[in-house]
């Protein structure tokens, strides 16, 4: 390890995701791996012709794009309040956070609320590896709770965590609803 990064860091193990792709079969393998939260199905040919013709012809590649995803937004928050029979301003394009993948958007949370000494995590293990990682790494605290042989968070320990937790306190609580 270098001497100039910090020492918790070495003791970190890098998650590594299941291989996958190399069948190219458009069947799903005998096996999903769902802790890897990916599908077992390859996008339909339609579809990936229909993307490729839009970046050919539509996207401007030497261009950012949107970086506030303002057209994403309002289309996610129009489709939540239709399917969910919602009134119109219940929610809004303020209401959605977009990111490149769920380790931004757990970055994105974990600076706005904990880092530098303002938070602490609490997951209920066994969990997503990257919620404990991102917060290693971002030195927020990483508080830990069992779960039940049915798979079920112990509310009353959650609790009990959140209560006892104070220096820093948990600020944000990763529920993984499978």
């Not at 590594?16 to 792709?21: A, K, L, R």
């Not at 996207?59 to 949107?66: F, H, I, K, S, W």
């Not at 399917?83 to 600076?111: F, P």
């Not at 880092?115 to 066994?126: E, M, S, T, W, Y």
Request: net charge negative.
């Amino acid at each position: 390890m270098l001497p100039f990064l910090r020492s918790d860091l070495a003791q970190l193990i890098a998650y590594t995701p299941h291989p996958g792709g190399e069948s190219g079969s458009a069947e799903p393998i005998a096996i999903d791996h769902l802790d890897t939260n990916e599908c077992p199905y390859d996008l339909p040919d339609e579809l990936k012709q229909k993307l490729a013709w839009q970046f050919q012809h539509e996207l401007e590649a030497n261009r950012y794009p949107d970086g506030a995803h303002g057209a994403l937004k309002e289309a996610i928050a129009q489709y939540v309040t239709e399917s969910a029979q919602l009134d119109k301003n219940e929610i809004t394009a303020a209401n959605i956070s977009v990111s490149n993948g769920s380790d931004e958007l757990i970055r994105s949370i974990l600076i706005a609320a904990c880092i530098g000494g303002n938070g602490a995590i609490l997951v209920a293990q066994p969990t997503f590896s990257m919620y404990a990682i991102t917060a290693k790494t971002l030195g927020v605290p990483v508080v830990t709770i069992d779960r039940s042989p049915e798979f079920e968070m112990d509310l009353d320990a959650a609790q009990q965590a959140i209560d006892s937790t104070q220096n820093p306190p948990i600020r944000v609580v990763f529920v993984v609803h499978a």
